[in-house]
């Protein structure tokens, strides 16, 4: 078995949810609890910390983990969805896993996968498991797949765990209201274990706060212990100046990443309460670096300057609320909009958030789980949304790029899978 054959068999046997969507989603911890047994339980052997939420969940894991390297920590990261590259959602020290390591393991467990037949996640989630105990890291930043409290990731015992936010995204599975949403996400919070919320919301903070009484957990609401006394980009970086009156440039771009930036500090500073070593200059150095430290990628991503090109992986109500906000701030000619999302999303609330005054190229990511194109531009057309329907994400980027002027701007987004197939073009 080669790297490729490996993959595909992870993908061809294996029910994969950013493929299909619900159908491949297996609630509950049995697989997960017999995959790591039969593995005699790698996740026990370093630390971890535990990150769920609707959105931000993958730029404050980044974060954290760029800042404890910076530490001197060996730091496993564990996130999800990769865009590119299957191996990014294994990083040790931003390093993504060995293709080799890849293979073997594929080999080695084969039959147990066969046996077992657990989802595309909770097989990869626990090679991840399995790389950072052969490898000893010290730590690992574990972010949840869906939800929480049915996550295969649920299976941890972590330092800290992190919820960034709540708001709408795979109703059909968490449940349709905030309070539903919340409860599951709630579900990573463990006994005697701080919990940082990164935003306290009148709907939410009573089910975050009787889950961690009935857990005997200490718990922090992120936006009410530190706040942004100002924030913005320069030089392709967060400034921000934060209330108790500490400076940091942000490897980061987009206003809305500062909720996150508040929600990384306030997880940092409960971790050195806990007897992590993690000094001024870490936290800095860290949050400066993270991309180049880490290798995210797709956070309001600038590939190019003229035209002024951005990749943005925001894709349910809140994240586009947000791109739109930010979108509202930037200046150019004429605003072009490259698009698509995936069939199970609220489409609709989605549409009605994005700009009227942009032309359109509608587009659709090669995935199953895709909204065809022609649908998505016949639904856009109800909210005065106009433009041409392409049927792949490379002509769509391409006539975009073709038709802008130097003082354009193109915007790439609507889902991680029309960014991650975007990607490979402006490299």
């Known amino acids: 078995m080669n790297y490729h054959e490996a993959i595909q068999y992870l993908y061809s046997r294996l029910p994969v949810f950013h493929h299909i969507g619900k159908d491949a989603y297996k609630p509950g911890l049995e697989n997960t609890t017999s995959l790591l047994n039969a593995l005699h339980n790698p996740q026990t052997k370093y630390k971890t910390v535990h990150i769920a939420g609707t959105n931000g969940k993958g730029s404050v894991s980044h974060m954290l983990s760029a800042v404890l390297q910076k530490a001197g920590y060996t730091t496993g990261l564990y996130t999800s969805p990769h865009l590119v590259d299957f191996r990014e959602r294994i990083r040790i020290n931003g390093e993504k896993i060995p293709e080799q390591y890849v293979v073997n393991f594929v080999e080695k467990h084969e039959s147990l996968f066969e046996k077992i037949q657990p989802s595309f996640f909770e097989a990869t ?144 500073g409960q971790l050195q309460k806990q007897g992590f070593h993690i000094s001024a200059a870490n936290i800095e150095d860290g949050l400066a670096d993270v991309n180049k430290i880490t290798g995210l990628q797709g956070r309001w991503q600038i590939v190019s300057d003229s035209p002024k090109i951005v990749l943005d992986t925001g894709h349910n109500v809140a994240g586009i609320s947000w791109v739109a906000e930010q979108l509202k701030a930037e200046q150019y000619n004429t605003l072009r909009i490259v698009v698509g999302m995936v069939n199970d999303k609220d489409i609709t609330a989605v549409l009605s958030l994005l700009p009227r005054n942009a032309v359109y190229y509608f587009t659709q990511a090669d995935i199953a789980r895709a909204l065809p194109a022609d649908d998505l531009q016949r639904q856009a057309s109800v909210f005065g949304l106009r433009g041409g329907s392409f049927s792949s994400v490379k002509m769509a980027v391409e006539q975009a790029i073709s038709e802008s002027s130097p003082a354009d701007m193109v915007f790439v987004g609507g889902s991680n899978f029309v960014v991650g197939e975007a990607l490979p073009y402006f490299r």
């Open 125 to 268: 989630m626990t090679m991840a498991f399995a790389y950072f105990a052969d490898k000893e890291v010290d730590v690992a930043i574990v972010e949840t797949g869906l939800g929480g409290r049915l996550d295969s990731t649920n299976i941890i015992q972590p330092e800290l765990s992190v919820i960034t936010n709540i708001s709408f995204d795979h109703t059909q599975l968490l449940g349709d209201t905030l309070e539903k949403i919340a409860a599951e996400k709630a579900g990573i919070i463990k006994h005697a274990t701080p919990v940082v919320i990164g935003e306290s919301q009148p709907a939410t903070r009573p089910v975050f706060r009787r889950k961690a009484k009935e857990m005997d957990a200490p718990i922090l609401f992120a936006d009410e212990l530190l706040a942004i006394r100002s924030g913005k980009t320069e030089s392709g970086k967060l400034q921000v100046t934060t209330s108790d009156n500490r400076r940091f440039r942000v490897g980061l771009t987009g206003n809305y990443q500062l909720k996150n930036v508040v929600t990384t500090l306030v997880a940092i």
